[in-house]
Nanobody, 123 residues
Framework: QVQVMESGGGSVQAGESLKLSCTTSGLTFSHTAMAWFLQAPGKEREGLQCISWNGGIDHYSHYDQGRFTISRENANNTVHLQMKSLAQGDSAIYSC????????????????WGRGKQVTVSS
């Protein structure tokens, strides 16, 4: 059974940084592509970034304008999203997704999803 679990969400002030993490089990992590998505209130889910098995990064959108950085630790089955200069508009549910693929697929092609973590940015 594949499990995907995010951690690290919460409330921050505008301008601060926050790091999200996502740990998975059930697949050979080093054979998977991992991605982060966000869903703001009243909006559709939007892909942010994907990281391939060897660290190659695909940007699914220009949403973060260079403020967010995805990374992975294959030894710990973990992917991170470091977010800087957060603004109120970044308040959303952030989800992690996994696909058994060496390289990043299209955003709609991920098989396994975490439940998401709420990030709230206040002024």
């Amino acid at each position: 059974q594949v499990q995907v679990m995010e951690s690290g969400g919460g409330s921050v002030q505008a301008g601060e940084s926050l790091k999200l993490s996502c740990t998975t089990s059930g697949l050979t992590f080093s054979h998977t592509a991992m991605a982060w998505f966000l869903q703001a209130p009243g909006k559709e889910r939007e892909g942010l970034q994907c990281i391939s098995w060897n660290g190659g990064i695909d940007h699914y959108s220009h949403y973060d304008q260079g403020r967010f950085t995805i990374s992975r630790e294959n030894a710990n089955n973990t992917v991170h999203l470091q977010m800087k200069s957060l603004a109120q508009g970044d308040s959303a549910i952030y989800s992690c997704a996994e696909r058994e693929s060496y390289f990043c697929p299209a955003p709609y092609a991920f098989n396994y999803w975490g439940r998401g973590k709420q990030v709230t940015v206040s002024s």
